[in-house]
Nanobody, 121 residues
Framework: QLQLVESGGGLVQPGGSLRLSCTRSGGALDAYPMGWFRQAPGKEREGVSCISDTGGSTYYADSVKGRFTISRDNAKKTVYLQMNSLRPEDTAVYYC??????????????WGQGTQVTVSS
């Protein structure tokens, strides 16, 4: 029912920038808490950043603080991840995530298909 679609990935040189977008369709609420995760080959998936439903609160992994910025436009049902000063270790597939509460407080996660980010000379 709730679907997420990412875009904006690509190849960039170290020190360059990219902006990822994630657009939601479906879901009964006006907005959901959302975030970005990434997974490099042979490594565990890690959380990168998340943002509250209103956009009033944001969180960042230590590895991206000061370089990445998460934002959202609820009228467009879209969350963005602005990535600056990119490093080779940022290379990964980036996944958009949304979560909602079900009955009895159960939590459900929804994922996009992923978009590849490659940082290389």
């Amino acid at each position: 029912q709730l679907q997420l679609v990412e875009s904006g990935g690509g190849l960039v040189q170290p020190g360059g920038s990219l902006r990822l977008s994630c657009t939601r369709s479906g879901g009964a609420l006006d907005a959901y808490p959302m975030g970005w995760f990434r997974q490099a080959p042979g490594k565990e998936r890690e959380g990168v950043s998340c943002i509250s439903d209103t956009g009033g609160s944001t969180y960042y992994a230590d590895s991206v603080k000061g370089r990445f910025t998460i934002s959202r436009d609820n009228a467009k049902k879209t969350v963005y991840l602005q990535m600056n000063s990119l490093r080779p270790e940022d290379t990964a597939v980036y996944y958009c995530n949304a979560r909602r509460l079900g009955v009895s407080g159960d939590r459900y996660n929804y994922w996009g298909q992923g978009t590849q980010v490659t940082v290389s000379s």
